[in-house]
Structures are given as C-alpha cells and as structure tokens.
C-alpha cells in the first residue's frame, strides 16, 4: 500500500502520552500525520513532513483519533418512540420497556437484525466514530442471544454478551433459574461469539450476588467482564467492577465515596453515558467528581432504542461539557483514548507511530468546536485503518 500524508493541520489530536503534560491532549499544530499500511507511521510539523505517494491538504481544519464507541446496543429490531413521548410529555406509560423491545426482537428474522446494526453503524460513522462496542440483551434466550452477538461479530471484535440485561419474562418468578441459564447453557451458546461479558446490576435487574455469579462463569469462559453499574440507585456495581478488574464500569450516576475511591486505585474505567441522561431526565454523572480523584473517564452514546437512541459522540461531547464539568479537553479525551481505555486497547484512540490510522478531520480549526457548535454536522472526513469512508 502507498503512504499518505495529510498536512496543513490547524491542530493534531494525538493522545500522545509523551506529551500529555500539561496538555491531555497531546497537540500539536500546524502539524500533518502519514499514514501507511493502515497505520499512523509519522507525526509532526507540516513543514517537515516526508514526502508520500498521496497527499491530502486540511486546509486549515482539526483532525483527531477516530470516537470509539465503547457501550452500544445496536443489535434490536423496533423502536420505543411512544414510551419516549410518553416520558418527554409527563405522562404514564404502561408498556413493557426493555420487554417490548425483547419480543420484537425475537420476532425479527437475522436480515432484519442486520440491516438495522449496519444502518446505525453507518450513521455513526459518519459522525466519526470507527471503532464500537455493543451487545447483545434483547434476545434473552439461548438461541436469540447467540444470533445477536453472532450478527454483532461480523462488524466487529468488541463483542459483549449481555443475555443478563433483565430477568427473561418467562423466567419472571423464577430468577434463580434465569442466572443458571445465563451461566450455563447460554453462555455455552454464547462465549465463542464474544469477548467481553456484562450484567445490569441494578434493582430490578441483577442483584450484587446474582452479578458476581454472572461475571465469575464468563471470566471462567475466557470473557473478559464490564458492568452497567450504579445507573438508577446506589449499589455494589461500581465496586464489584472493580474487585473483578471489570474493563469498565458503565454509567456511574450514582456514586458514594467508596465507590469513587475503589475507581480510583483500580484499573476500571468508568464509562459515562449523558444520551441515556438526556433522553431519561435523570441526573447526570458528576464527572468532574470522578477527574479530580484521578479515575479514568469514557464517554460513549449507549445507542440504544429505549433510553438513549442516539449515536453521535460529538453530540455526547456536548452534553459532557455542558451538563457534566468536563472541560472540551477533558471530553474529546474521554471519547477517543478513554473508549480505547475502556476496551483495555492501545491501538486506536490516539495518533502516534504504530496506532491504526483511523482519524476523523473536521470541518472547524479546533476539537474545541464539537462542544462549541453543538448539533452541527462538523464531519468532514473520517479514515479507518488508513482508508478514506467518509
């Protein structure tokens, strides 16, 4: 393959650590990136960039790592538009929530399930994101769950198997047999698909016990555990992510002391998820709180179709910096090395010799922009593994 360059940068994105201090960013200006055999092979100051087959002139604008998408549920068939209504408007709601998106799902043929992942996948990376999470969590039974993460593996390697979102409803009375079959026969049908395990530890969902039963099996399969943890209440989630060196633990809404302190000496990262606050009322995660104990921050859109249907990081950038302390830094950070982070990666998140060349240049001189213009579709350009897709 031939060599790229892109030069006339107003400012590079690097995440390099190495120049991380006092800048979290690493940037750098006026600056070019080539990129060959799909990986980042240069950085530095567009003066002095070597000369390549291709050359490709910014005009002036950002380029930045590409958004990694580290909490997703994108394999799911229907929409919950009147349950949205309903919460915006005030008014009650008596459908079933994840329930009624569980039995569309399982009436959904694979082509269907499919074309809606890869609809959403496109969408998202038209805004900039090139790498994703998501899971499974709809299908609640052994052959559905295995299908989703089976249609899941064809688009990417961070696989998750969710099938303890809820307790199955034919399993209603019997949750103590639902966390057998999440840990026996499913995750049989399961783990070969996957990489990650998850468990909603949350009242009504899973409780501590139920979790750590949940997380140990797959760890026993060779699946590595994350958590929906502390959501809607304060609970032991936080703080068994962390017992179980949990690769991330997601929403973190509600915290106490101890369980930013256990964050904090751990090597969880704790994955924010403002979409879910938006489009729920609820109130959002302190990160601030978190960045000043030292913890590691992510932030991703948690798409999915009932309590955060959307899947622009630029958009989650936004809300972070408005509604969650986070400077524009702190943010774009959290979205693109902090992701990475959260799926324990150091190939993508960051522009610097020997990453994968996925970047995304934007139509505005500065990163700064995505939280300043927020809603406006600043994506100009979006390379994945040194390939141009946008």
């Known amino acids: 393959m031939s060599a790229t360059v892109i030069t006339n940068i107003a400012t590079l994105v690097t995440n390099d650590p190495s120049l991380r201090d006092p800048d979290p960013l690493g ?4 600056a070019a990136v080539v990129i060959e055999d799909g990986r980042v092979v240069w950085t530095g100051a567009s003066g002095q960039a070597p000369a390549t087959d291709d050359r490709v002139d910014a005009g002036g604008r950002a380029v930045l790592p590409g958004f990694v998408d580290s909490h997703s549920h994108l394999v799911f068939a229907g929409d919950r538009t009147e349950e949205f209504n309903a919460r915006m408007s005030g008014r ?6 994840i329930r009624t998106t569980v039995a569309a799902t399982r009436a959904a043929d694979d082509a269907e399930l499919e074309a809606t992942l890869t609809r959403h996948l496109a969408e998202a990376l038209r805004q900039g994101t090139t790498t994703f999470e998501t899971k499974s969590g709809y299908g609640l039974t052994v052959g559905d769950e295995a299908r989703a993460l089976r249609l899941a ?7 998750t198997y969710l099938g303890a979102h809820i307790v199955a ?9 639902y966390v057998s079959l999440v840990t026996g026969a499913m995750l049989d049908a399961c783990a070969p698909h996957a990489r990650w395990i998850d468990v909603f530890c949350e009242k009504g969902a899973f409780d501590g016990d139920q979790a750590r039963a949940i997380l140990t099996a797959g760890k026993a399969k060779g699946l590595h555990p994350r958590i929906h943890a502390n959501q809607l209440s304060h609970g032991p989630g936080v703080r068994l992510a962390v017992e179980l060196d949990a690769a991330s633990a997601d929403h973190c809404t509600h915290l106490t002391d101890a369980d930013v302190d256990a964050l904090a000496s751990g090597a969880t990262v704790a994955t924010l998820l403002p ?30 179709p009932g309590s955060s249907f959307t899947s ?4 989650c950038v936004a809300l972070a910096v408005r509604d969650m302390g986070m ?27 020997g990453t994968y060349a996925d970047l995304v240049l934007l139509d505005a001189p500065s990163h700064v ?5 927020p809603g406006v579709p600043l994506v100009a350009g979006v390379w994945r593994r040194g390939v141009r897709v946008v």
């Open 169 to 177: 409803p034919e399993y209603a009375d019997d949750p103590a047999g």
């Open 327 to 353: 400077t524009p830094d702190e943010a774009v950070w959290s979205a693109t090395a902090g992701g990475a982070a959260a799926l324990r990666r150091t190939d993508i998140g960051r522009l610097v010799p």
């Open 27 to 30: 940037l750098l200006r006026d």
């Open 92 to 97: 009650p709601y008596g459908a079933g929530g």
């Open 275 to 304: 979409g879910a606050e938006f489009s729920t009322r609820a109130p959002w995660p302190d990160a601030r709180r978190l960045l000043d104990a030292g913890v590691t921050v992510a932030l991703s859109t948690d798409c999915n």
């Open 153 to 159: 593996a064809r688009h990417t390697d961070e696989v």
């Open 312 to 315: 622009s990081v630029p958009f």
């Open 369 to 373: 922009h995505l939280a300043y213009r």
